[in-house]
């Protein structure tokens, strides 16, 4: 871990150097304070309570290379698999950290879809407005990392009244065949006041080589707004994905995240709520499928700050093999919050014994006027319900995968796209090892 936080350091000097004409920018400031942040804190250990079940230090032994700077040339057809290509849509797309303009289709008519660092030169207005706002925990020191090498990653921006025509795919491809990789996304979506968007975020490693993700979005949703966001995670075994994504709402906007965690080494999920404005609602959904050697780790914060909102959380886990999964969701009503609902909900399903789950889920109440309730389960499949299935000559693996769909599908009800269900579909048959020709 000081190995790679001593690269950091040198790399850090570097990126200032070849910051020429940004010396005296606000967001170069952003970058300094933040990095001079991270140095303090250091990578997160498992004696941080938010680190607790997960462990970062078998990935942080990686010799890294940090931040390439060129793009690796690839072949459509070796990762047309990876789109979304049954529907028309927008793409943002980055080969090792850097945009790939022939994979992409951007656009600034009627709304602005195109790279961060194209907002960074283009639109300072929201630079200034909406950069290192939302993200700004001085005790999270990837986020702080993320902050202080900020330059590449997606940037939309939908104005008042605006709804995006189609769907909008964020994709990150990692591919390189000579050493590990480390890169280190910055997302920012703002949608002002009546604006609608969906959006679809990947990252995907095309190597078996370890790749380290750092990725952070920040998503402000502007009053009456409404933003449904899909994160899609199947990466190969050896790729690390640590994604913070913090999400501002306002009066009467509806944000919904959905995320489907499939595969890689490990997979944090750092997902923070903060309803800012009455009659806001917020939903999380969620559904995980792991096996061996693998562990995600997804932490919530529903943050209500003011009365009249709702939040809805459901995640969903299927584990099998020694993997490991985490939840930890926390809601916290603050004392002016009246007038709030929240719900949470976590289960999960061991096929393994070597399997297991650590759940902790919170309530920080402050209000008095308030329906919150939280609740976790961890079992196994139901061997009544599998006997009666296999008694009327179904296959012992399509019963159990049978059962496991039930289990998984209304955490997968928010999924809006039809085409994206269908593939969702198809990753959770093939992870169970089945093939089943029906709908959830």
């Known amino acids: 871990m000081e190995e790679l936080k001593d690269k950091l350091e040198s790399s850090y000097i570097v990126f200032e150097n ?3 004409g940004e010396a005296n920018s606000a967001v170069h400031s952003m970058r300094r304070e933040a990095f001079q942040n991270f140095e303090k ?4 250990t498992k004696r941080n309570e938010e680190w607790k079940y997960t462990n970062l230090k078998p990935i942080l032994k990686g010799d890294y290379k940090l931040f390439p700077k060129t793009e690796e040339d690839i ?12 529907i028309d849509s927008y793409k943002v797309v980055f080969i090792n950290g850097v945009y790939s303009s022939w994979l992409s289709e951007t656009t600034h008519r009627g ?6 660092g194209n907002a960074l030169n283009k639109y300072p207005d929201a630079i200034e407005g909406y950069f290192n706002k939302i993200a700004k925990g001085e005790n999270q020191a990837m986020v702080s990392l993320n902050t202080a090498f900020a330059k590449e990653g997606a940037f939309i921006r939908v104005p008042k009244n605006t709804a995006v025509d189609k769907p909008i795919q964020i994709i990150f491809f990692n591919t390189t065949n000579d050493r590990e990789m480390m890169v280190q996304p910055r997302n920012l979506v703002i949608l002002e006041e009546g604006a609608k968007a969906e959006i679809i975020e990947r990252h995907q490693s095309l190597v078996e080589l370890p790749i380290l993700t750092n990725v952070v979005t920040e998503v402000s949703v502007g009053a009456n707004a409404q933003l449904q966001y899909y994160k899609l995670q199947n990466d190969h075994h050896a790729a690390s994905l640590i994604d913070n994504t913090w999400v501002n709402q306002h009066r009467d906007s509806i944000a919904r995240f959905s995320t489907f965690s499939f595969g890689g080494r490990l997979t944090r999920n750092n997902l923070h709520f903060a309803l800012k404005e009455s009659g806001s609602f917020a939903y999380m959904n969620g559904v995980t499928i792991i096996e061996e050697g693998q562990h995600v780790d997804h932490h919530t914060l529903a943050d209500h700050l003011v009365p009249h909102c ?6 969903k886990g299927i584990y099998g093999g020694n993997a490991h999964g985490v939840f930890n969701g926390k809601i916290v009503v603050h004392k002016d919050a009246q007038k709030t609902n929240a719900f949470q909900q976590n289960d999960n399903i061991l096929v393994s014994d070597r399997a297991n789950v650590d759940t902790k889920p919170q309530l920080e109440i402050y209000a008095d006027d308030v329906k919150c309730s939280h609740g976790c389960t961890i079992g196994q499949l139901d061997e009544e319900a599998l006997f009666y299935l296999k008694s009327r000559g179904i296959g012992d693996k399509e019963a159990k995968a049978l059962l496991m ?7 997968l009800s928010e999924v809006g796209i039809r085409q994206l269900k269908e593939k969702v579909n198809m990753l ?9 020709d029906f709908e959830l």
């Open 405 to 411: 769909y039930a289990f998984a599908s209304d955490a």
């Open 428 to 436: 959770i048959a093939k992870k169970l090892g089945v093939n089943l």
């Open 41 to 44: 804190l250091g990578f997160p």
């Open 18 to 20: 070849e910051l020429n």
């Open 111 to 116: 709304y602005d879809i195109c790279t961060f």
């Open 310 to 315: 709702e939040s809805h959380e459901l995640y």
């Open 75 to 86: 072949e459509f057809k070796d990762v047309k698999k990876y789109f979304l290509n049954e």
